[in-house]
């Protein structure tokens, strides 16, 4: 009974492609939200924490790339891995910057307290490996 239920909801869910598709743009989509507060309200104070590890502030621009601009390139599949890999690494040090020292903690709801930047994390990995699937608009060095 379990392997027929089983074979029946694979034969309707064996999509990866579509899979790929909503990771991507999911992921891309979240993470505009924080690029188009940042494009709203400057990243001034991501240049004051940046200063404030003994790290030159310009580097705050950067966000623009890992949070408009990669998010941007991966929800069109374009350059998918690369740009994945561009939010790994912004997700990586924006977690340091603003987040250090809070590794072990949870939240009032026992939640891990960085769970939502390893969910964005994770999520550029998995976009990274997996690749943008059928569902893009660069396809084989051309444009499809």
């Given at each position: 009974?379990?392997?027929?239920?089983?074979?029946?909801?694979?034969?309707?869910?064996?999509?990866?492609?579509?899979?790929?598709?909503?990771?991507?743009?999911?992921?891309?989509?979240?993470?505009?939200?924080?690029?188009?507060?940042?494009?709203?309200?400057?990243?001034?104070?991501?240049?004051?924490?940046?200063?404030?590890?003994?790290?030159?502030?310009?580097?705050?621009?950067?966000?623009?790339?890992?949070?408009?601009?990669?998010?941007?390139?991966?929800?069109?599949?374009?350059?998918?891995?690369?740009?994945?890999?561009?939010?790994?690494?912004?997700?990586?040090?924006?977690?340091?910057?603003a987040k250090s020292g809070v590794f072990w903690d949870r939240t009032a709801v026992g939640a891990w307290a960085l769970e939502v930047e390893?969910?964005?994390?994770?999520?550029?990995?998995?976009?990274?490996?997996?690749?943008?699937?059928?569902?893009?608009?660069?396809?084989?060095?051309?444009?499809?």
């Open positions: 009974m379990f392997t027929s239920i089983n074979n029946g909801f694979s034969r309707f869910a064996d999509t990866p492609d579509f899979g790929k598709l909503l990771l991507r743009v999911s992921l891309g989509a979240l993470l505009l939200f924080h690029g188009f507060f940042k494009m709203q309200h400057g990243v001034g104070w991501i240049a004051r924490l940046l200063e404030g590890h003994g790290l030159p502030g310009f580097i705050a621009y950067g966000a623009y790339i890992g949070e408009v601009l990669a998010p941007a390139m991966i929800v069109l599949g374009l350059l998918t891995r690369p740009a994945a890999l561009v939010i790994a690494i912004n997700l990586v040090v924006a977690t340091l910057l390893a969910l964005y994390l994770f999520g550029a990995l998995a976009v990274m490996f997996l690749g943008a699937g059928r569902y893009t608009l660069v396809r084989d060095g051309s444009l499809t």
